[in-house]
């Protein structure tokens, strides 16, 4: 009986864990229905261009969803990463210094507001949101507001650059989540993440130093979210202080629109790499089948909403 | 002359199990009654009833001759029965005054008096015997003396006739419990009725009119406390039939070679103060105190998850300083009271038990491989190491939380209350893995508020009360009620 019943509820669980993938197979019929373009090579193309640069973000926050904290400064930190890159390149500091000191800005900034919720306990939602003002300020301060167009080469070549027909960025999308998906998967540190974001007072049990996992996620999703930047103002052609501070709602929302709990501990590459697909077909079929414009941001909204309740409702039905 | 309140033949059930047989209890205006019993006596059924929170039971109760049912707590405070629960509920970041009367502050139109109010509850301290408590500050800068202080002058001032207390003096200092003793002796006599709950049998005898001992669920006797003592009180409070696994002939260990866990002076405010021990490789040492007597805090401590405020703790000879990652590597395991703190329920066995390994032990099939030795070793059922935690009854979730120390057998075994609601089968399975362990060499601390559990497998039983050790048994026979005896501590004068 009980055997019976836990095989039953087993099976309701990977029923909804495959919600997700559910939810972009029917999107994927829909929109295949209802437009004539959609189903094509180009338009799949499209699509992966479209979530590029939002899934090298989601890998680090990923990371950081899974520890159980958030980042929203993750956009600004894109934005910074860019317009430094850019103006060391107009300061002519040698190639590829610029990027190499974009991504430790990043970085750095990542750390300095992950230090600040794993050791002084500021939840990370204050940390990161005050982080995202100094970085944004940054931004602006270094720009003086002026769009920046001298470019490290290698943002230009990754960012808009083609390689046997497939994109770069595509490519160091792809390549940016098989690198988390490997430290998530099979490295010790990544066991440290899951089970940090499952239960910290058991693990910290165990002798994990939870608070220094804490700060290492934050300081991953900072620089991915400096990677995007770098490789986003390449595809931009310039880098502007507020180049991609739109950024930051889809790129948490892929991440728990693929399932990815916000309680921690569950989840991980695979599910962002559905939600990132979810999110770019919405948009992408939104456009084919001509919905009004002014109606695509809410029918976005909408569903994301709904993602969220969901996975509020799938934690809840967890802990009982 | 009619009791205050009176319950005649109260029966409660909680599904198959009679919590209360027939309880018949009384109380007089200006008389402290005391209320004593093991845990699962039904003391804390007795007092829900009486401050309205079980408004389902069988029997009468009648408040001032008037026979009544209480609906919720709201009514019985409406009718002057208040009670003060073991955690107290008051606000810190308010004053003193405003703690006072909360919810009830004195007004001046819709706005708050706040002169008034202050002068009221100068008053009202000053009329219990705390003249020098200053009632704008908040009540978070006083020690925890002034917090009870706080909530029963609320229940004064509300009109309460009838003050039920419930573990009041657990964590006070020994000053704070004579003052609070005195304060309560002071409102029997402007008539209030109390009913006193208490493990602390000498500060019971001292400060009650009348003693009521309840055992499992039945009143065994009401006594004047002037001529009762607290040797008779343990014995009513326990039965005469000693059972078999109630006492044990001790046998300590002979102890080869040097402690391999010694605390010295060892303190931590609010939790215990100056316990020295020591143990050697190979024995079990029974770690008695009821709760809230500092034995779980001193395992924690131990461990690394709290820092210590003086003395030291060594392994092997070597200083222990830091967290528990430090402490696992020099050979230190722990199990903590409560299973579901130490335990990822949501993941498979194999990963709880490999965690504070995965230095030396990573990749499933390796982890897979050791986990299914040590859940072997332990007698996991069904033997699936991949199997979620959460799948599993109660007590094979602790034979996982056990098992992870098996990987590499420590040195010290820290176990916090390790048969906690369990079957006897059960229980017994899990003591006998304490004793293998044991046997293989480890020291075994079995830190328990369970009297049967730790005369089930000590060779040597230390009792702490109220932070401090306060016996140590090596040898002879061994009673459970040596234990609660020992355990209800002495009512410390302040010199």
């Known amino acids: ?19 997700p993938v559910w939810t972009l197979l029917a999107l994927i019929v829909f929109f295949g229905v209802y437009s004539e373009s959609f189903f094509t090579l ?116 990754l960012g808009s650059g083609r390689i046997f027909g497939v994109k770069w960025l595509v490519i160091v999308a792809a390549l940016t989540l098989l690198v988390g998906h490997l430290v998530l998967r099979y490295t010790r540190f990544g066991r440290y993440v899951y089970m940090t974001g499952a239960n910290p007072k058991a693990a910290e049990l165990a002798g994990v130093n939870t608070r220094r996992i804490v700060a290492w996620v934050m300081v991953i999703a900072a620089f991915t979210a400096g990677l995007a930047g770098v490789v986003g103002i390449g595809r931009l052609g310039s880098a502007t202080p507020t180049a991609f501070d739109g950024m930051l709602i889809d790129a948490i929302g892929a991440v728990v629109l693929g399932g990815t709990s916000l309680f921690g501990g569950v989840g991980g590459i695979p599910q962002t790499v559905v939600g990132l697909l979810i999110l770019g077909v919405l948009r992408n079929g939104l456009d084919q089948v001509s919905v009004n414009i002014y109606a695509k941001t809410l029918i976005t909204g909408i569903i994301l909403f ?9 934690a809840g039905k967890k802990e009982s | 002359m009619e009791p205050l309140l009176r319950l005649s033949q109260v029966r409660k059930r909680f599904g198959g199990i009679e919590a209360l047989k027939g309880i018949d209890f009384e109380v007089f205006a200006g008389e402290v ?16 009833i009486l401050a309205g929170v079980i408004p389902d039971y069988e029997g009468e109760m009648a408040y001032k001759g008037r026979a009544l049912r209480l609906k919720n707590p709201k009514e019985a405070l409406d009718l002057g029965i208040a009670m003060i629960h073991q955690e107290l509920s008051v606000m810190p ?23 008034r109010m202050f002068a009221e509850a100068r008053r009202i301290l000053e009329a219990l015997g705390y003249p020098h408590v200053e009632v704008e500050r908040a009540l978070g800068d006083y020690p925890l003396g002034v917090h009870q202080l706080a909530e029963i002058a609320r229940a004064v001032t509300s009109g309460a006739e009838l003050i039920i207390m419930d573990e009041p003096t657990s964590a006070l200092s ?13 409102l029997a006599e402007q008539g209030k009725a109390i009913v006193y709950i208490s493990h602390f049998l000498e500060e019971v005898t001292a400060v009650a009119d009348r003693i009521t001992v309840l055992r499992d669920g039945r009143k065994v006797a009401t006594l004047r406390a002037e001529e009762t003592d607290k040797a008779e009180l343990v014995r009513l409070m326990l039965g005469k039939e000693a059972r078999f696994f109630e006492r044990t002939e001790l046998a300590a260990r002979a102890r080869e070679g040097k402690p391999v866990l010694e605390l010295t002076h060892l303190s931590r405010p609010r939790a215990f103060e100056d316990v020295s021990l020591a143990l050697y490789p190979g024995e079990i040492v029974g770690l008695y105190g009821l709760i809230g007597s500092g034995h779980f805090e001193l395992a924690e401590t131990v461990f690394g998850l709290a820092r210590s405020s003086a003395g030291q703790v060594r392994v092997a000879g070597k200083p222990l300083r830091g967290g528990p990652r430090r402490a696992i590597r020099e050979g230190i395991a722990y199990v903590p009271p409560s299973r579901r703190s130490g335990l990822f329920l949501e993941k498979p066995v194999y990963q709880n038990v490999s965690l504070p390994w995965l230095d030396r032990l990573f990749g499933p099939a390796r982890e897979l491989a050791a986990a299914r030795r040590v859940t072997e070793e332990v007698g996991l059922r069904p033997p699936d190491p991949a199997r979620n935690v959460g799948a599993f009854s109660g007590g094979n979730q602790q034979k996982v939380a056990i098992a992870r120390w098996l990987i590499e057998p420590p040195k010290v075994f820290l176990a916090s209350e390790p048969t906690r609601g369990m079957d006897v089968g059960a229980k017994d399975e899990v003591l006998s893995i304490l004793r293998r362990m044991a046997d293989a060499g480890t020291a075994v601390l079995l830190v328990s508020s369970e009297p049967e559990t730790i005369l089930a497998a000590a060779h040597r039983i230390l009792v702490m009360a109220k932070g401090k050790i306060v016996a140590e048994y090596a040898s002879g026979e061994v009673t459970k009620e040596m234990l609660v005896h020992a355990a209800a501590g002495e009512l410390k004068k302040s010199a």
């Open chain 1, 42 to 157: 180009e338009n799949f193309g499209n699509i992966l261009n479209q979530v590029a640069l939002l899934a090298i973000m989601g890998t680090g926050i990923t990371f950081v969803l899974l520890t159980a904290q958030i980042d929203l400064s993750v956009s600004y930190m894109a934005t910074l990463a860019g317009v430094v890159a850019a103006y060391a390149t107009a300061g002519h500091l040698p190639q590829p210094w610029p990027i190499v000191v974009a991504l430790l800005v990043a970085a750095f900034l990542g750390w300095v507001s992950g230090a600040a919720t794993a050791y002084l306990g500021i939840p990370s939602f204050m940390s990161t949101l005050a982080m995202s003002l100094i970085a944004s300020g940054l931004s602006l301060y270094l720009t003086r507001g002026r769009i920046l167009f001298d470019l490290p080469p290698l943002s230009k070549t």
């Open chain 2, 33 to 48: 009654h005391a209320l004593v019993g093991e845990n699962g006596a039904g003391k804390s059924t007795m007092m829900k």
């Open chain 1, 306 to 314: 709904a993602a969220l309740v969901f996975n509020i409702l799938f």
């Open chain 2, 174 to 186: 020994p000053m704070e419990t004579e003052r609070l003793l005195e304060l309560i002796r002071r």
């Open chain 1, 1 to 19: 009986m009980a055997e019976k019943r836990s095989r039953t509820s087993r099976l309701a669980e990977r029923a909804r864990e495959l919600a």
């Open chain 2, 93 to 115: 970041e308010l004053s003193v005054a405003e703690n006072i009367f909360l919810g009830r502050q004195p007004t001046r139109g819709r706005v708050v008096d706040w002169r």
